[in-house]
């Protein structure tokens, strides 16, 4: 690694807490790679707990890697590095496993961009002997790894806490490299939560559409994700500290995991059932030696589910910490929860209606009127939290025009709000409004759903700004349709996508480019509303809800 990339690397490392530092030898090597930046990558959760899981193993060294900063890559052209593990500046090429963490589909071509940087071939079929074995984790794995198969050469699907570093130490039992990586292959193969897509073959129809899934031996007809039955066991919060982050230097805390709230859109509801939570007693002996003052984030799908979450702030409270909550659900916020958050000086609570009527939140599921949404807000209000964030979807199905415009409605009604209560306390708040793009998800009752044409989401978002134009004390941001276009096709898309990914790798994040030369159509995958007996690609996978009952709960919604 060249000086400078070193130099900035070292500055990093120095400002953090929890580094782990192990020689190597007599272990196996795995460097976990976050597809994105340092300051994207730590920021997450799940990729700091599988760091901290691997390393408790005396038998495994974990060091990590991220996609360098755009105006590092330069110099690693320059200088013809490749990437390298922060903790000892080695090669990733020279570790055993190679294993990325992966939230988000757009991360799929800095995957690429690594494998190129790291000077691993990109194609497992390519990678023989003296090559990393590269491993796929994280919720896109287990969600829909199939645009990812041709090149990955095993993927974890589930909670990694307890299952992966088990994985681990079989690689090492079985020798890792040679024939010994071969046997490994083919008895992890037939382990709890490992899917290795070339002993799966796939059929397709004429039109393209997915015939079947046909199992070799030794792999099983359908792979089971894994899943930790006993949180209390598994503590995870920012093992590794460090201020660059989105988060600062907040220590992040995972009170329970799944959701009850059972909305129609939503991946992690899905797959992360059942939903499960730890106990106030664990939770609070995993903050043990954290020195203070500090200010702990609580994370959840829903953190309101948590039946011991008012005990809990309480107890954090009385222990000198601050408490802080990312997102709420409305409807469901114990008073005396927020009453702690304002009590720690939390500025901004953030909902997510989704819809702004409740003909569209009935139809997602999303159990809430208008008259409850208003009432928390007012809640919000009486305990001096000023500031208001609200996260709406466009593009729903079966969406009004009138129901797009409401969004703007709703985001006055709050301000209104604001303004009564400014009265007392002579500082009016800010409403934030985030709209995203609604995009049909695996897992879920809408996955038999397309996408919202691009063109159509361009006018329903320029609609609302419209609407609120001249408004002051709203905000309004929004994700670049053409952005969700892409994420809906990879989050749906099967294993034909490997060329196209490999063509707008070519021509580096073209992809209006990638799709003039690839010769098929990304609107079949994006805009095509499913039949209810297509196969999809994720099929061949079981992760925790049967397609029945999604198929049941989407004829419910009426679409």
Known sequence: MSWKLREKVKKLLDEERGTSHKAFGGKVSVALVYPNTYYVGMSNLGFQAIYHYLNLHPHILCERGFLPDPEDLSEYERTRTPLCSWESGRPLSSFDMVAFSVSYENDFLNILKILDLARIPLLSEQRGPGYPLVVMGGICAFSNPEPMADFFDLFFLGEGEEAFPEVVGLFRALGGEGRGREAFLREAATAGGVYIPRFYRVSYGREGIIEGVEAIAPAPPRVKRHYVAQLDRCPVLSFLRTPHTEFGDMLLLEINR????????????????????????????????????????????????????????????????????????????????????????QKTITLAPEAASERLRHVLGKGISEEDFLHTVEQILAQKIPNIKLYFMVGLPSEQEEEVLAIAAMAKKVKHLMLSAAKSSARLGQVTLSLNAFVPKPWTPFQWLGFEEVGRLQQKVGAIKRALKGTSNIICFHDLPQWGYIQALLARGDRQLGGLLLLAHRFGGRWKKAFQEWSLNPDFYVYRRRQPEEVFPWDHLEDGVSKGHLLEEFRRAGL
């Open 258 to 345: 799944g959701c009850k709230g059972g909305c129609r859109f939503c991946l992690a509801g899905g797959i992360y059932r059942p939903f499960r939570f730890r106990t106030r007693e664990a939770l609070l002996q995993s903050l043990e030696g954290i020195t203070l003052p500090e200010r702990v984030g609580l994370v959840g799908a829903c953190i309101t589910d948590h039946p011991q979450i008012e005990g809990l702030c309480q107890d954090l409270l009385e222990r000198g910490f601050a408490v802080s909550a990312p997102s709420l659900r409305a409807g469901a916020i114990p008073e005396g929860l927020l009453r702690y958050l304002a009590q720690s000086g």
